[in-house]
């Protein structure tokens, strides 16, 4: 059974720092790619950053130079980290995890909750 499950979201002040994580479990086959999306109130789902299983990395414009996105891989199982640093309100939102794989599925986990105060 696949199961990603991501931690670290909270609250923070703007100015602040998160580390969000991903545990990407199960039998996934041919992995292409994880990545972080997010939902803001009122808002359709965004995508945030992607790494490639050869680790080439991509960020939307809105937060190039303040997140970084890392991961690793152990057995099944596949670790995906984003540092998130100079947060802002606009940040506000539900972190989503996902996993893409050469079959174009998408895996997902249920989210983290990631809130910056002005």
């Known amino acids: 059974q696949v199961q990603l499950v991501e931690s670290g979201g909270g609250l923070v002040q703007a100015g602040g720092s998160l580390r969000l994580s991903c545990a990407a479990s199960g039998s996934i086959p041919r992995r292409m790619s994880m990545g972080w999306y997010r939902q803001a109130p009122g808002k359709e789902r965004e995508w945030v950053a992607s790494?490639?299983?050869?680790?080439?990395?991509?960020?939307a414009d809105s937060v190039k130079g303040r997140f970084t996105i890392s991961r690793e891989s152990t057995g099944n199982t596949a670790y995906l980290e984003m540092e998130m640093n100079n947060l802002k309100p606009d940040d506000t939102g539900v972190y989503y995890c996902n996993e893409k794989t050469t079959y174009a599925t998408d895996y997902w986990g249920k989210g983290t909750l990631v809130t910056v105060s002005t």
């Open positions: 790494i490639s299983v050869i680790g080439v990395t991509n960020y």
